[in-house]
């Protein structure tokens, strides 16, 4: 079946530092999307990469999308203690969309 | 601005019970998706519909069954409740003509016991 794989699975960063979570799939993506969760919370969608090597910013947050469209990446520049959460990518194939295994994001103070 | 709701927010059953779980997606909305999320998982799709169509299955187990209704409120009937089926079940909801954007409810906890 489809595999969505993240790494690293956790990341303890201290607050200012960068972090960057990686998504690779076994197969070529319709389009991918990300979703930050907090804990106890649900998903939250932040962005959806549609096109081969496309690259989207949301302030701090750089997310981009292989040119063979099996990979991706999300870049948070310089960690404040709000960006704690799990950070999921969820590719799609057809109708369905299956969740990376996801990343669990520290901040130290 | 609305979004999707489940009920109920939290369910305790014993084992073989049967559970109901409900969504109401956002407003407009042609497409629900049912997810679970075992604990430290990431979300695993179970079954969406499209226009109150079943769209795909994925891996929804033989003992559960969905549906959508007329309003696009969508059930999850799950029967000979077992302890592994114990996570947070969360809907989607998203406007598959539009950004395809998922937007998530707050989820069900089930508990089996």
């Known amino acids: 079946g489809q595999q969505v794989m993240q790494i690293p699975q956790y990341q303890h960063v201290q607050e200012g530092e960068d972090f960057t979570t990686y998504c690779n799939s076994s197969?070529?993506?319709?389009?991918i999307q990300w979703y930050k969760q907090r804990p106890g919370g649900h998903p939250v969608f932040l962005i959806q990469?549609?096109?081969?090597?496309e690259v989207k910013k949301q302030k701090r947050l750089t997310f981009q999308f292989g040119e063979a469209k099996k990979n991706s990446s999300l870049h948070i520049t310089a960690t404040q203690t709000t960006d704690v959460g799990t950070y999921f990518c969820a590719g799609r194939w057809g109708n369905q969309f299956y969740f990376g295994t996801g990343t669990s994001l520290t901040v130290i103070p | 601005a609305a979004g999707v709701i489940q009920s109920p927010r939290h369910l305790i059953k014993e084992k073989r019970e049967t559970a109901t779980l409900k969504c109401y997606p956002i407003?407009?909305?042609?497409?629900v998706y049912w997810y679970q999320q075992g604990p430290g998982q990431d979300p695993q799709f179970l079954i969406s519909f499209y226009e109150k169509m079943q769209s795909d299955k994925g891996s929804i187990p033989d003992r559960f069954s969905a549906q959508q209704f007329s309003d696009y409120h969508s059930e999850l009937n799950m029967s000979s409740l077992e302890l592994g089926d114990s996570a947070l079940y969360f809907c989607a909801s998203s406007n598959r003509a539009g950004t395809d954007t998922q937007y998530f409810g707050p989820g069900t906890r089930l508990t089996v016991l």
């Open positions: 197969t070529t993506l319709s389009n």
């Open positions: 990469l549609v096109k081969s090597g």
């Open positions: 407003p407009r909305h042609d497409t």
